[in-house]
């Protein structure tokens, strides 16, 4: 099976990111694609395995395998959490629905870590621009504010909001380059703080709910597995033989 059959006939979820889910799109943004889609579970048992990952085959389209999708999310990869958050669904089934009703289960008091690491990296770049060019790349600056707003909010709540609401002046006047360097540094290390502060009293749990998880994956997989091969209950007993 061809990776772009596994997108086209297997997707289970599928969203907008970038600027147009985060609600600071403008006429010139490009529209980001993401999914998650299901490979066949009789596609594991040969020796050649389904990638975890497909770009395309649209532009800017990028789709993860479902596993490889929750092992990330697990490990609170800001991209992927920000991927089940998004408000613009164009794509959903059953097994999709069940995705989106374990977001919880994915968060964790790791999203620290992982979010202000991103936030590190992406920090770095911009000093490098500055010490090079002079000035930020301001939408990356933009960004990066929006990413650590998102991490202290996630702490303070226990819920992740994507949406900049009303408050997208605020960063397209970043973006724009009509607010300073100095101030934009300003906020960023104000957003640190705030970020480690909420750290100390966040609801979140100390680690995600990997039981949940694994068992959701579990039960995926076998429906697949009953769904696609065609001796159901020689294919029932192997997967009742390995729970056991």
């Not at 969203?15 to 579970?41: I, K």
């Not at 920000?82 to 794509?91: A, D, G, I, M």
Request: charge should be neutral.
């Amino acid at each position: 099976m061809e990776p772009e059959d596994l997108v086209r006939d297997h997707t289970i979820y599928a969203c907008v990111m970038g600027s147009r889910a985060f609600g600071l799109a403008t006429e010139d943004s490009d529209t980001d694609r993401r999914g998650v889609f299901l490979a066949p579970t009789p596609l594991f048992w040969g020796l050649a395995k389904p990638p975890t990952h497909v770009e395309g085959p649209g532009e800017e389209q990028f789709s993860w395998e479902l596993e490889r999708f929750c092992e990330l999310a697990l490990r609170a990869n800001p991209n992927i959490l920000e991927c089940l958050h998004s408000p613009l669904v164009e794509r959903l089934d059953d097994t999709g629905r069940e995705l989106l009703a374990l977001r919880g289960a994915f968060l964790s008091r790791r999203a620290y870590d992982s979010f202000t690491g991103y936030a590190l990296a992406q920090r770095r770049k911009l000093d490098a621009d500055v010490r090079v060019h002079g000035a930020p790349r301001w939408k990356h600056a933009m960004h990066l504010l929006r990413l650590l707003t998102s991490a202290r909010d996630l702490l303070r709540t226990g819920e992740l909001t994507i949406g900049v609401g009303d408050r997208r002046a605020e960063f397209l006047a970043v973006k724009r380059g009509e607010v300073s360097w100095a101030e934009a540094e300003s906020r960023m290390a104000r957003l640190a703080e705030e970020t480690e502060r909420a750290l100390h009293g966040t609801p979140l749990p100390a680690e995600p709910d990997h039981a949940r998880v694994a068992d959701f994956l579990f039960r995926t997989r076998r429906a697949s597995a009953l769904r696609t091969h065609p001796d159901h209950q020689t294919v029932q007993g192997a997967v009742r033989a390995r729970r056991c």
